[in-house]
T-cell receptor, first 114, second 113 residues
Framework: GAVVSQHPSWVICKSGTSVKIECRSLDFQATTMFWYRQFPKQSLMLMATSNEGSKATYEQGVEKDKFLINHASLTLSTLTVTSAHPEDSSFYICSATDYNQPQHFGDGTRLSIL | AQTVTQSQPEMSVQEAETVTLSCTYD???????LFWYKQPPSRQMILVIR??????QNATENRFSVNFQKAAKSFSLKISDSQLGDAAMYFCAYRWGAQKLVFGQGTRLTINP
């Protein structure tokens, strides 16, 4: 089946730094990629939808200047958490799809801000 | 707005028994997709089964089957012959139009040996 690779799987960094998370579709062209955030014991919360070559669409309440999303190619989307603070610590998951296929998820990134 | 509700925060079942997880949703659309995803402790999201709303036949994938009641907006998941590896969080999800998934709150399934 379709494979989505997410990197890194775990990152620890100091408060104030920026962190980039990559999401790659390995064996298909992803016209659309999604970024989710998941708090412990909770469901996935959609942060934004990105389509290749266009600006991401952010969900209400998500700071677009804090969470920068780039979808420069059909196989790569990146999420950059800028000037990260402890409250940004969370589990971030990406997913990818082409047209009407089900979303395929990456393995997630555990972000810890000290 | 579309919503998905899973009213069972936790469920448990004896190994080899059958368990049913409930899901209801709210939508005014007639053509959409419904999914069940499994999230084990590794936190990887795994697609278990999907159902197209225009299909009356319930989807089945080996030990996993659904009971799709479109008029009642109900989409339950039945797991037969439960195995220890089935222990996980299960999320019901709805998708329409722009492919955005709406997830339920999740049900934590425990398998008792």
């Amino acid at each position: 089946g379709a494979v989505v690779s997410q990197h890194p799987s775990w990152v620890i960094c100091k408060s104030g730094t920026s962190v980039k998370i990559e999401c790659r579709s390995l064996d298909f062209q992803a016209t659309t990629m999604f970024w989710y955030r998941q708090f412990p014991k909770q469901s996935l919360m959609l942060m934004a939808t990105s389509n290749e070559g266009s600006k991401a669409t952010y969900e209400q309440g998500v700071e677009k200047d804090k969470f920068l999303i780039n979808h420069a190619s059909l196989t790569l989307s990146t999420l950059t958490v800028t000037s990260a603070h402890p409250e940004d610590s969370s589990f971030y998951i990406c997913s990818a799809t082409d047209y009407n296929q089900p979303q395929h998820f990456g393995d997630g990134t555990r972000l810890s801000i000290l | 707005a579309q919503t998905v509700t899973q009213s069972q925060p936790e469920m448990s079942v004896q190994e080899a028994e059958t368990v049913t997880l409930s899901c209801t949703y709210d939508t005014s659309e007639s053509d959409y997709y419904l999914f069940w995803y499994k999230q084990p402790p590794s936190r990887q999201m795994i697609l278990v089964i999907r159902q197209e709303a225009y299909k009356q036949q319930n989807a089945t994938e080996n030990r996993f089957s659904v009971n799709f009641q479109k008029a009642a907006k109900s989409f339950s998941l039945k797991i037969s012959d439960s195995q220890l590896g089935d222990a996980a969080m299960y999320f019901c999800a709805y998708r329409w139009g722009a492919q955005k998934l709406v997830f339920g709150q999740g049900t934590r399934l425990t398998i008792n040996p």
